[in-house]
């Protein structure tokens, strides 16, 4: 996570704060993951979640749920997934990526092999919101053999002990939900989420990112007031769902720009 950490260091000296926008892999088609990673990247995404499509995604809502199981449908697996991100990198994709996936298909496919091969496409590290802090260090080992490491979520809820915990044992920043629940587009942010960002502060050095119902530029300029971070993904999945085909990339990039500007103050 050394460049995302680099990252949030960059931000802060300019007074700025991070842009992390999400797109689940094969969504909304196999050829659209790199031009989609490529337009982002313009637009001024600082990292970029990618998304490991899944059949059971516990803490996703019913948008990034649908867009799961597209991706599927259309032949998409982590060994394609990180085949893809591997080409974006030739193709001058240099933001950090994060790769988002639930922990079956990453212990299917072997944490060493992960690791291994995940350095060589170019992560630069994972978020797996079914993994528990305190099952957690068989990942650790093996990640951090290969450099990477793991962002963990905290929720409203997450007691002080297992914020702590969460701290010492991730790295690049700490995913903060919003809420309780599932992803997906809300009308407003969730009241008292500055109360829980100071806990998390409290408890921890490491950045602090939000996400869980974070859809437009307003919510954006809203927790950013107080958290180093905004991530933004079921907003944009929805974007590409209802933009036909030869105009999304355009639409994609505009709205993210929109969203990074709001991130400057």
């Known amino acids: 996570m050394r460049k995302l950490e680099a990252r949030f260091a960059e931000l802060s000296r300019r007074g700025e704060r991070a842009l992390i926008p999400y797109v689940t892999a094969g969504h909304p088609s196999r050829e659209s993951l790199i031009p989609l990673l490529v337009a982002l990247q313009r637009a001024g ?3 970029i979640e990618v998304g490991v499509p899944f059949s059971d995604p516990v803490a996703d809502g019913p948008v990034i749920q649908k867009a ?8 998409a697996s982590l060994a394609w997934v990180l085949a893809e991100v591997a080409r974006a990198r030739a193709a ?24 291994a091969t995940a350095v060589q496409a170019g992560i630069d590290g994972l978020i797996v919101p079914d993994l528990p802090t305190d099952c957690a260090d068989p990942w ?24 702590r915990v969460a701290g010492s044992k991730g790295s690049g920043f700490v995913y903060c939900a919003s809420v ?6 809300r009308e407003r942010v969730a009241d008292g989420l500055d109360a829980v960002i100071d806990r998390i502060r409290a408890a921890t050095a490491l950045p602090v990112a939000v ?10 300029r809203q927790v950013t007031r107080c958290a180093d971070g905004a991530i933004v993904g079921s907003a944009i ?9 030869p105009a999304r990339l355009a639409a994609v990039e505009g ?11």
């Open 92 to 115: 001058s994709v240099s933001v950090p990526i994060v790769l988002m996936g639930y922990s079956n298909p990453f212990l299917a496919f072997g944490l060493d092999r992960l690791a």
């Open 237 to 245: 999945l929805r974007l590409l769902d209802a933009t036909p085909a």
């Open 180 to 185: 309780n629940g599932v992803t997906g587009v």
């Open 140 to 163: 650790l080992e093996a990640l951090a053999a290969h450099g990477l490491g793991v962002a963990f979520i905290a929720a409203p809820t997450t007691s002080p002990v297992r914020l």
């Open 255 to 265: 709205f993210v720009r929109e969203l990074k500007d709001a991130t400057r103050g």
């Open 211 to 220: 996400g869980f119902g974070i859809a437009t530029s307003a919510h954006v």
């Open 45 to 47: 995404a600082d990292a």
């Open 68 to 75: 799961s199981y597209e991706a599927l449908a259309n032949g």
